[in-house]
């Protein structure tokens, strides 16, 4: 009991695969998830500074960290079921949240409990830090469905995932460092050696120019 199963816990956060169930070339844990989202959060924040945003370091970083945290409790859910509806999305998160609550009362001592709630709430808000979380979130999730395209995995539900994290991305496309992965790394991930037939790139232009008159 306590402190000692939330380290404990950490390291099941190693074997928790996302998209399970789907043949992957690569597995990729939700803890190396979350340790890569950070990373792309970190440079995400360092370019909207650079543009005269006022980051908040510690916000971004704990958001960032335990973002996922909580899918601990109800593993991965793949993207295109998970935001199905919002219904759904809204279930799933209730789910996570009492399960989350529950795990922090029964473990953590009284006097952080209350920081612990805080830390595992659900981190995409409207704020700056929450809106770099959302984008670093989707650029990791793009790269790992890339990855498999790339490879030639026959699997549709991987480019139903590139879509879908490129749209979300676009959904921020105000923001200085969404317009820096637009225009100076989305164009380096496209330039790496695809497969014979693919059309991977015909599919990002498509959707990067139909969201450029919205």
Not at 93 to 113: A, G, L, N
Request: net charge negative; charged share 30%.
């Amino acid at each position: 009991m306590g402190i000692h199963q939330y380290f404990k816990s950490l390291s099941d956060l190693e074997k928790l695969y996302r998209c399970p169930g789907k043949f992957k070339f690569e597995d990729h844990s939700v803890a190396s998830h979350s340790f890569k989202v950070t990373k792309i959060a970190q440079f995400m924040g360092t370019v909207e500074e650079k543009h005269g945003s006022q980051v908040n370091w510690k916000s971004l970083y704990e958001k960032a960290l335990n973002h996922d945290y909580p899918e601990l409790f109800t593993g991965d859910i793949k993207t295109p079921v998970k935001y199905a509806s919002d219904e759904l999305h809204d279930l799933f998160s209730q789910v996570e949240d009492q399960m989350t609550k529950k795990f922090i009362y029964r473990e953590f001592p009284k006097e952080y409990q209350e920081i612990y709630l805080e830390r595992f709430r659900e981190g995409k808000d409207d704020t700056l830090e929450g809106m770099i979380l959302a984008v670093s979130d989707k650029v990791d999730l793009l790269y790992e469905s890339f990855g498999e395209i790339q490879k030639g995995n026959p699997e549709p539900l991987f480019q139903e995932i590139y879509e879908e994290s490129l749209k979300t991305i676009l959904q921020f496309k105000d923001l200085a460092c969404v317009q820096y992965f637009l225009n100076d790394v989305l164009p380096d991930m496209l330039n790496e050696k695809f497969i014979e037939h693919s059309d991977l790139s015909f599919i990002t232009e498509s959707i990067v120019d139909g969201n450029k008159g919205s």
